[in-house]
């Protein structure tokens, strides 16, 4: 909209030929500048400081548009209706996901250009997903790809190489695999056994554990590149679990790696833990949808998990008995009264205090996966952020599934 209003403006101001028009169009820099050496050649408008500023202001105005950075990465599970809800979407429903998507003209972005941009520490376009499924489900064979490949979509499929390698019939078969993967769809790893690899077994020494979850991400790769081709180093963490020492080993090992955290892609975070935005069960009607997809990632400076100490904290898994913890956050302070933040759905205790917005639970951190998931209003638009937290039971056993 600005962009319209800027060249109406103009065209009727100077009264541009077609070719300053195109110029302005290829880069509303070069229109600008050309502009503004022709009025100093011929010196035709007297009040020049003007025009300057006008020139300068709608420059900066369109820049914002030109550097935002609001990728979104989706994840389903099942595309069926005879699936575990929790975990599933309707074919009816996913279909009103990728219409939403098509009528907002959204790119589709495949997970390689993804992956470059992301390493070459590009700037992610806006108006941009991703679109992922974890498990390897049949549905996504029989239901969601006939979707995508009526639209030329591509997509990524992260799956558990052991479920293949057993034939299992709730998953596709390796053959499937290969005839999506030939047409361009990711075939990303998901470990070999879909193990909840945080966990280490009973008597056994962290380099033990170590061991056994390099094991399942160089075994699941190694079975997927032999029966699809060689594929990208991606991974998702089965139960969207990590710790300090897994994000650690996966970036020794060359990977991006997608947690499941909600959000847009955003300039700070870690490429070991991206966020997605799952959908499933109560997750997913369109207005859910439309906002999530059309998220947009905080203007946050820094963002510290502090311990009830307020000491800093470097792992999501709370390794004590962690009472309670805060998020701390730092950014524009007229952009922080704008936050709102929520805990397991319900609102979050907020306070600003020196620069930062404070946010804290109201009781204990219980057992399980847990997460605050902040948002602020723009222009019809959410900006999104979301922390996950791990915590044991309190005798420090593992919580059930
Ligand atoms: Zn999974």
Known sequence: MPLVFGWIYLVRRFRFGA????????????????????????????????????????????????????????QYHHVST?????????????????????????????????????????????KTAVITFDDGYTSIYTNAWPVLRKRGWPFSVFVNSQHHDEKNRQYMSWEQLREMAKTGVTIGN????????????????????????????????????????????????????????????LRKLGYIAFAQHSGPLAPFDDSVVLPRFPFGGNYGDIKDFALKASSLPMPLDEV?????????????????????????????????????????????????????????????????????????PEKGRFYWFAKMLIKKNEDGSWYRE
């Open 190 to 249: 998901h470990s070999v056994s879909h193990a909840h690899m945080i966990r280490m077994n009973p008597g056994e020494a962290e380099t033990e554990w170590l061991k056994r979850s390099q094991w399942e991400i160089e075994q699941a790769q190694s079975r997927i590149d032999a029966e699809v081709g060689r594929q990208e180093k991606v991974f998702a963490y089965p139960f969207g679990e990590h710790n300090r020492q897994l994000e650690k080993l």
């Open 304 to 376: 510290l998990l502090l311990d009830d100490k307020k000491r800093p904290l470097t792992d999501v898994l709370l390794q004590d008995k962690a009472a309670k913890v805060s998020l701390a956050i730092k950014a524009d302070e007229n952009f922080l009264q704008r936050i709102s933040c929520f805990y397991r759905g319900e609102p979050a205790a907020a306070a600003i205090r020196d620069g930062q917005l404070i946010i804290s639970t109201f009781g204990a951190i219980p057992a399980g996966r847990s997460k605050f998931n902040c948002t602020a």
């Open 19 to 74: 070719v300053k028009l195109a110029l302005y169009g290829l880069s509303p820099l070069n229109g600008c500048f050309l502009e503004l050496m022709e009025i100093n050649m011929r010196k035709k408008y007297t009040n020049r400081f003007y025009l300057h500023s006008l020139c300068f202001l709608f420059v900066w105005w369109l820049l914002p548009m030109e550097r935002s950075f609001a990728l979104v990465v989706l």
């Open 82 to 126: 005879e699936s575990p809800a929790a975990t599933s979407v309707s074919p009816e429903r996913f279909a009103q996901h990728m219409d939403w998507l098509e009528q907002n003209q959204y790119q589709i972005m495949p997970m390689g250009e993804l992956i470059k941009l992301l390493r070459e520490k590009k700037e992610l376009p806006d």
